[in-house]
């Protein structure tokens, strides 16, 4: 009778707004009518006729959700579908799936009459791990963020500016990420350091969470005298924790490096091997934290080992826009004369996310 009940409230509620299909019970018993736009990291975000931002609520906190919107969905397991979705019960949520090549074919053909394939899966809802409405086509898809710092310190004329971005796509079955980030500091009586790297990340999704990766990287350094470090790994990985709360994985193959350098040593190019894992936590609040550690046992140069470590501390302020605090930091047991083994850098930067 409940389940009747909250079917019968849902439907009034598409009649009564005809331009919003989705609407959200929450646990405290509160109803928001609007459009779902997405779901990631715990968080919901819908957009309504009745406020100029867009309402953010925690996944956790939602008793009931029903739309019509198509979605992207993702499991704690790895099921990847198409469909939309609809509560069966406080616990329980339909999932009413398609085949995207048949939507494909009916657009070309301008039909909405034939059958689009698939089938209905009943989850918890707590499995639901991410949610992105389809209906804005490429869009709706991608993902961007810019940050920026700059200091100045009178003592020496000390002048450092650093900036932070990235670009990604989450497509059905793949998603592509490309991040740039580059410091210059100068200062009076001592050389400027410069530092920039870059990267290029494809996973293609097999079942169960694991994934391919292929990832080509770039890296200058004047610390240790890297004139150009190009890296491309070709590897396979798994989510081993991959919840609302946080996501857990690992990472392992080879990596092809080529180097060259500031100075007059000859250009290296080696073999390695290549373990690393990463690490998410964005249920603390208005704070999330990543983490990854990168290790490359050299297969060319015996006993050469190098290590990449990045860390970064985020704290959402205001919408979309947020503090990070980062450090960056490669370690080469070997390398080139004159240069040092570890290089590090902290940074402080304000951004802003899409």
């Known amino acids: 009778m409940r389940r009747i009940l909250l079917m019968l409230l849902a439907f009034g509620f598409s009649i009564q707004v005809y331009s919003q299909t989705d609407s959200l019970i929450l646990k405290n018993k ?80 301008k039909s909405n009459t034939e059958d689009l394939g698939g089938g209905k899966a009943s989850v918890p809802i707590a499995d639901v791990v991410y949610l992105n409405a389809l209906d804005d086509g490429f869009w709706s898809r991608l993902s961007a963020n810019i940050d920026l710092g700059w200091s100045l310190t009178r003592a020496n004329n000390l002048r450092q500016f650093n900036v932070r971005s990235g670009l990604g796509y989450l497509a059905d079955r793949w998603k592509a990420n490309a991040t740039f980030n580059s410091l210059r500091s100068n200062q009076d009586e001592v050389d400027p350091v410069k530092r920039t790297d870059a990267d290029f990340t494809f996973n293609y999704f097999l079942p169960k969470d694991w994934f391919l990766l292929y990832n080509i990287t770039f890296l200058s350094n004047t610390e240790q005298l890297i004139k150009l470090r190009t890296g491309n790994k070709v590897g396979i990985g798994k989510y081993v924790v991959h919840t609302n709360r946080t996501y857990f994985g690992f990472q392992t193959g080879v990596n092809f490096n080529n180097e060259t350098y500031l100075d007059d040593t000859p250009s290296r190019k080696t073999g390695e091997a290549f373990i690393g894992s990463e690490l998410n936590l964005y249920d603390i609040g208005d704070l999330s934290l990543f983490s990854q550690v990168i290790a490359y046992p050299s297969f060319s140069e015996s006993g050469r080992f190098r290590t990449d470590f990045r860390l970064d501390v985020k704290y959402e302020f205001l919408d979309d826009f947020y503090v990070k605090l980062g450090t960056t930091m490669n370690y080469d047991n070997r390398p080139i004369e004159g240069a040092t083994q570890l290089d590090y850098i902290f940074q402080t930067t304000v951004g802003w996310s899409l």
């Open 30 to 109: 509160d109803v928001i009518i609007g459009e779902i736009k997405s779901m990631d990291k715990g968080v919901l975000t819908i957009e309504t006729d009745y406020s100029d931002s867009d309402f953010k609520i925690s996944w956790d906190g939602i008793s009931h959700i029903f739309s019509k919107t198509k979605y992207l969905i993702t499991l704690t397991n790895g099921k990847r579908y198409n469909g939309t979705i609809n509560s069966i019960d406080a616990e329980t949520i339909e999932i009413d799936t398609y085949d995207p090549e048949n939507i494909l074919r009916l657009r070309r053909k």
